[in-house]
């Protein structure tokens, strides 16, 4: 039997997955470290954390599948971090984050420098404060002493594998969101790394997801007990990967999936560009593919920040009931009528990126008053993240892109009440499949294809996903929702400038 790994950098943990060549689940492991936030809307961590969770968890896995049957393994991760190494390969700073948002001074400089329609024709996108490049400047112009030291750069997935192999690569839906990748060749842009001044020797090799990038090291073998000389194919990006693992392989199916940032996903042959460039075009994972996506940064963590500030008591009780705290605030939720009587939530926590491009918007609640229970307010935050993945939808729409079935995933959609505000807020069905093991399963059915057990992403992903329910919309509530959506686009127009008053504050 042949096994293949899959490993998940994340925001909030590392995960590992094996599965078997059918994609049944062998093993699992994960582990979480922390967020720094050094300064307000800042984000970093430490790439160590990442390394020794990634240790942590293969030794895990392998106490149940021998490392000898491991046939491939992929890697993904969070995407947009910077990841700085000296000439020793040793790290230089803490990770810069995707939703971390110092960069806007940068992101100016990088429009100017390049020119728009330039950077456009390039990347396919505009330059946002998520991205790696202007993290790269944000560096040379604040923290020289530590530019000048840097010798290459890597996005955290493409740290692990520098770890377990000692090849610096990447592959090219990681790649798309640095804007210094051109989108459409899937190469290095020359273009924008000539006018940014940014040396390609200090960028890792770049190949397609499914290739093998390097196989593992007798350093790597000897960290994490993996077979030395096991292939590691190039893997993907996070929102790639997870698409992968949702089946997203073929026009005309969508994914939604709601976990710490919130991502709206379409597959396209071509690399089809928003107009307004609103929405992201990027490389898929799919050989000579790509997708268009539109983000929203703060979706389940949104509704984690309410956990953690507002839902102490729901911790509380359900570690006593042996539950997940989240079970228990949805059941709250659900006793609240659609809409949350007149209470809505912008979930702008920590700056927006589509539609809204802002790193300077802020959440909200807007129309509290003193019949609003602490069930209302949970419910209103799962309906304004909905709201906010609809704007992405409406968007697809206007670009005549096909939307013939939406596929939730993450960890919203395992709640039953979250997926039912889903499906009534965008007015569409929503359907699940068989497996809801995220990017980890995408990059070990990528591994697949690089080891030769599937002759395609393509067949990987009929081998073993499998649409298994669905929720079906209440049109009732549909109609209550279609009202209150038209406020909630109304909102942010109206606070913009005052977000931007506020984040002047903080300086």
Request: glycine letters at 10%; proline letters at 5%; one cysteine or more.
């Amino acid at each position: 039997m042949a096994y293949l790994l899959g490993i998940d950098i994340g925001t909030s943990g590392t995960k590992v997955l094996c599965i078997d060549e059918k994609g049944t689940v062998q093993a699992s492991a994960s582990a979480e470290y922390p967020l720094l936030t050094p300064r307000p809307l800042w984000a970093e961590q430490n790439a160590q954390d990442w390394w020794d969770a990634t240790c942590s968890c293969v030794r895990r896995v392998l106490q149940s599948v021998p490392a000898e049957e491991i046939s491939g393994i992929g890697l993904s991760g969070q995407m947009h971090g910077l990841v700085m190494l000296d000439e020793d390969h040793e790290v230089i700073r803490p990770a810069i984050l995707w939703c971390d948002q110092r960069t806007q001074a940068q992101c100016d400089y990088i429009t100017q420098t390049v020119g728009q329609s330039t950077l456009v024709a390039e990347t396919a996108n505009p330059v946002l404060t998520g991205f790696t490049a202007p993290k790269i400047i944000w560096v040379r112009d604040n923290e020289p002493q530590n530019y000048e030291r840097a010798r290459m750069h890597l996005l955290p997935k493409d740290f692990i594998r520098f770890k377990l192999t000692g090849e610096f690569a990447t592959e090219v839906s990681d790649a798309s969101g640095t804007s210094l990748l051109n989108v459409p060749q899937r190469k290095w842009s020359d273009k924008v790394l000539s006018a940014l001044q940014i040396p390609l020797e200090h960028l890792p090799r770049v190949y397609e997801s499914v290739e093998v990038s390097g196989v593992i090291s007798a350093a790597g073998a000897a960290a994490t007990g993996l077979k030395e000389g096991t292939p590691v194919v190039g893997g993907g990006g996070d929102q790639a990967a997870g698409a992968i693992g949702n089946g997203i392989v073929q026009s005309g199916i969508i994914s939604v999936t709601t976990g710490t940032s919130g991502v709206v996903f379409a597959f396209a042959d071509t690399p089809t560009v928003d107009p307004d460039l609103r929405m992201h075009t990027f490389c898929h994972a799919v050989p000579n593919k790509w997708h268009v996506m539109g983000v929203m940064l703060s979706a389940g963590g949104s509704l984690r920040w309410f956990r953690d500030t507002l839902g102490r008591p729901e911790m509380r009780v359900a570690e006593l009931m042996q539950i997940d705290p989240y079970e228990l605030i949805a059941r709250e939720a659900a006793t609240a009528a659609a809409g949350s009587e007149g209470l809505m939530f912008l979930p702008y926590l920590t700056g927006e990126r589509t539609p809204h491009p802002d790193p300077h918007a802020r959440g909200a609640f807007v129309g509290l008053t003193v019949r609003h229970s602490k069930a209302h307010m949970a419910r209103a935050v799962m309906e304004g993240v909905s709201f906010g993945l609809r704007d992405s939808l409406e968007i697809l729409k206007s670009m005549n892109v096909s939307i013939g079935n939406v596929r939730a995933s993450g960890g919203g959609a395992r709640s039953e009440v979250w997926r039912q505000i889903q499906a009534d807020v965008f007015d569409f069905p929503l359907s699940t499949i068989n497996v809801d093991e995220g990017p980890a399963l995408g990059v070990a059915l990528l591994a697949g294809v690089g080891a030769g057990i599937y002759s395609s992403v393509e067949e990987a992903c009929s081998s073993v996903i499998k649409v298994v329910s669905s929720t079906s919309v209440n049109k009732e509530n549909a109609a209550t929702y279609e009202n209150y959506y038209n406020i909630y686009r109304a909102l942010y127009p109206t606070l913009k400038e005052q977000f931007a008053a506020l984040s002047a504050l903080d300086v």
